[in-house]
């Protein structure tokens, strides 16, 4: 397992490559170029300059996340085409400085919904919070209007900014049923995976956050049958999975450890995290630690262990923690304890059951 930290980029990030130095056994950033639009093709200057930054820090730049897929691509309109030239050249450039993995999702307008950032736990932490009611049964365009007439209803990722486009994406999507979006996923992929590959590159998808449809969305990674429908879409290595336990934990009735035995050679790419599921469906994200949520990432980090996991890892999202101020999920301290308790889990089980990850350690200084 090698640990990795997300690192939004300098002046984007409250987290410093100083501070994530500091964490025991971090070898690398996940980082992207958040300033670049869905669709653009990345400019190698800047490229080179996070690899630059974190080379000060001895931090490796293997692993990016995301590069973003525009929506045209999802809508399966004409205009797709230049966008994927534009991926498959932005797929040259990572190669060119040692990118090995590329963190992507295809979901429709929204990365993870959330419908409070700041939700206070009984610690008196707070976290990202899920409220069913307040998302499902909702029609879009009535809450596009009704958060049009009160601003206070505004939810992350619906900035009044945002509004005016969001009517036209969910017109767009009106007719886009599941199967389509498979269609279009089907056609994206056989147009990049052969060049990740030539480069050495695996295209790692993240699965859904809830994962289930929302806003009459379709939604199509959200579990074990729709990542093997996934893997089977091209059959190659170069595509692959990050498999994100907080994602698909969401939904209690997906079996993250049944997944991680099922995929293991095609997960080069792991995003550690607890949430709590409530009875009625909402959601919370807790502390890293098995007992304090409703996912056995004590079981994940055996089952990742048991097969013999050499990918990447990282804690996902965070609670807020001791008046940290920071972009929301993504502070330092919880992330950095739950690497601690990821490494606990992990080293414990390696001195019981050395793996063959250890094994070709050792053979290696022999
Ligand atoms: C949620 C997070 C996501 C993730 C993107 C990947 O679990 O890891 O925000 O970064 O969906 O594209
Ligand atoms: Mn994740």
């Known amino acids: 397992m090698r640990m990795v930290f997300r690192w939004f980029g300098e002046g984007?990030?409250?987290?410093?490559?100083?501070?994530?130095?500091?964490i025991p056994g971090v070898e690398g950033i996940v980082w992207a170029l958040h300033d670049v639009?869905?669709?653009?093709?990345?400019?190698?200057?800047?490229?080179?300059?996070?690899?630059?930054?974190?080379?000060?820090?001895?931090?490796?730049?293997d692993v990016v996340e995301s590069v973003n897929v525009h929506e045209d691509i999802k809508l399966g309109l004409p205009t797709r085409d230049k966008y994927i030239d534009n991926y498959v050249k932005t797929i040259e450039k990572l190669a060119q400085v040692g990118v090995k993995v590329i963190c992507y999702n295809f979901m429709p307008v929204f990365d993870w919904?959330?419908?409070?950032?700041?939700?206070?736990?009984?610690?008196?932490?707070?976290?990202?919070?899920?409220?069913?009611?307040?998302?499902?049964?909702i029609d879009p365009f009535d809450l596009v209007q009704t958060i049009n007439q009160n601003s206070s209803l505004t939810m992350p990722g619906w900035e009044p900014e945002r509004l005016a486009h969001l009517t036209s994406l969910f017109e767009a999507y009106r007719n886009v049923t599941s199967e389509d979006l498979w269609d279009h996923l089907a056609y994206f992929l056989e147009?990049?995976?052969?060049?990740?590959?030539?480069?050495?590159?695996?295209?790692?998808?993240?699965p859904d956050d809830p994962p289930w449809p929302i806003f009459g969305l379709p939604r199509i990674i959200t579990g074990q049958d729709s990542l093997r429908r996934l893997l089977?879409?091209?059959?190659?290595?170069?595509?692959?999975?990050?498999?994100?336990?907080?994602?698909?934990?969401?939904?209690?009735?997906?079996?993250?450890?049944?997944?991680?035995?099922?995929?293991?050679?095609?997960?080069?790419?792991?995003?550690?995290?607890?949430?709590?599921?409530?009875?009625?469906?909402?959601?919370?994200?807790?502390?890293?630690?098995?007992?304090?949520?409703?996912?056995?990432?004590?079981?994940?980090?055996?089952?990742?262990?048991?097969?013999?996991?050499t990918g990447y890892a990282r804690p996902d999202h965070g609670r807020h923690l001791w008046g940290e101020q920071c972009r929301p999920g993504y502070g330092l301290y919880d992330?950095?304890?739950?690497?601690?308790?990821?490494?606990?889990?992990?080293?414990?089980?390696q001195k019981l059951q050395p793996t063959a990850e250890k094994r070709d350690t050792h053979e290696s200084i022999a």
């Not at 990049?192 to 695996?202: D, F, L, Q, S």
């Not at 919370?284 to 013999?308: C, F, L, M, N, P």
């Not at 992330?335 to 089980?349: E, H, K, P, S, T």
């Open 12 to 22: 984007n990030d409250t987290v410093s490559l100083d501070h994530i130095k500091q």
């Open 37 to 61: 639009p869905a669709g653009d093709e990345w400019p190698m200057e800047k490229i080179i300059a996070v690899r630059d930054q974190a080379a000060a820090h001895n931090l490796h730049i």
């Open 113 to 137: 919904a959330r419908t409070e950032l700041y939700k206070r736990l009984e610690d008196g932490s707070t976290a990202l919070f899920f409220e069913k009611s307040k998302i499902h049964g």
């Open 191 to 206: 147009a990049v995976i052969p060049t990740a590959e030539r480069c050495g590159i695996t295209m790692a998808i993240h």
């Open 232 to 309: 089977s879409l091209v059959d190659s290595p170069s595509n692959g999975i990050t498999l994100c336990s907080g994602s698909l934990g969401a939904n209690p009735d997906n079996d993250i450890i049944a997944m991680i035995h099922e995929f293991a050679d095609r997960i080069p790419f792991a995003h550690i995290r607890n949430v709590r599921v409530y009875e009625n469906g909402d959601f919370i994200e807790t502390s890293h630690r098995t007992q304090d949520g409703t996912v056995d990432i004590a079981g994940i980090v055996k089952a990742y262990h048991d097969t013999g996991f």
């Open 335 to 349: 992330r950095a304890m739950g690497i601690m308790y990821l490494w606990g889990l992990w080293d414990a089980y």
